[in-house]
């Protein structure tokens, strides 16, 4: 294992399988779920997204992975931390890597495949590594996080829903990838991910790429990033919400399956409050600018 790549490669305690979310009983059941991914320590997203979701009384939120990352300064860390706290949370890669115990160095965790350029790769290690010096002092924290689980079943209007970080086999998995998701070797085998996992759909983010699609077998919904910007239209983030009924908010796109309505709703942040925020942090020239604030400043290069 000494030999890993960082921010590429995926340690063997990122895997689990279709079989396990298939032996996995709820984590909770509710009639309106909202999964977000990718809050990336943005805590204007997140006091966005608490309202949204306390518009609705029978409503319960899940984050899946990677509420930290921009977060570098420890009392705003300790703060996220403590708001995600309070609701159902899986863990990210970049929370599995900030408390690891063992000697294996696989960076950010991300598992980066190879089109992805190295200097990309450089920047998402560094920042990692900076995340990492702001945690506070505080094993009961600490702990927390070393304890989150790498995915969660819900239970949405009497059907099941696997919410994962990555995809069906790894907390770190691309599998659900936009760039290929529609590609026919990879249909075939995520409907044959959501037939052995006994589930309706899977919840996902990790590739900071926001996807839906609908297979004989069910649905793939992947929220991209709650706290960074995802298509060219504007600079919001994207939270999903699972119901049985259509929300009051207009979606930038749903699907259906069977009598589940999956919605991709715009988290309409604090942009200014935000950037204000990420500069003073990460400045012109840092490795997160350099990396994030053309999409953070003026939306993704993505339709």
């Not at 899940?62 to 403590?82: M, S, V």
């Not at 927390?144 to 819900?154: C, E, G, I």
């Not at 939270?239 to 709703?265: C, D, F, W």
């Amino acid at each position: 294992m000494s030999n890993m790549r960082e921010g590429r490669s995926c340690p063997i305690d990122y895997r689990y399988s279709p079989q396990q979310i298939a032996a996995t009983k709820a984590c909770l059941s509710t009639e309106v779920l909202y999964v977000a991914g990718g809050l990336y320590g943005n805590p204007y997203a997140l006091e966005c997204l608490e309202s949204m979701v306390a518009e609705e009384a029978d409503a319960q939120l899940i984050f899946n992975g990677d509420f930290h990352w921009f977060d570098a300064e420890t009392e705003l860390f300790r703060c996220i931390n403590d708001r995600v706290a309070k609701y159902q949370a899986i863990s990210g890669n970049v929370e599995k890597e900030l408390c690891r115990l063992d000697s294996v160095n696989v960076g950010c965790g991300c598992a980066y495949p190879e089109r992805v350029e190295q200097a990309l790769v450089d920047r998402s290690n560094q920042i990692h590594r900076r995340l990492q010096s702001c945690l506070p002092k505080d094993e009961l924290l600490l702990d927390w996080l070393r304890n989150l689980p790498s995915f969660v079943v819900a239970e949405v209007a009497g059907r099941r829903v696997a919410v994962v970080h990555g995809d069906a086999t790894s907390l770190a998995g691309w599998g659900f990838d936009a760039e290929g998701i529609d590609l026919p070797e990879q249909q075939a085998l995520i409907q044959g991910w959501l037939t052995e996992a006994e589930v309706d759909a899977f919840a996902s983010s990790h590739t900071c790429q926001a996807v839906c699609r609908q297979f004989p077998s069910g649905v793939v919904i992947n929220n991209g990033a709650a706290g960074m910007p995802n298509f060219n239209d504007g600079c919001y983030g994207i939270v999903t919400r699972i119901a049985q009924t259509a929300g009051h908010r207009k979606p930038l796109y749903s699907t259906t399956y069977q009598g589940l309505v999956y919605e991709a709703l715009p988290l309409f942040y604090d942009q200014d409050a935000w950037t204000t925020l990420f500069l003073s942090l990460w400045p012109a020239g840092s490795d997160a600018w350099i990396s994030y604030w053309e999409r953070i400043a003026q939306g993704s290069k993505k339709p």
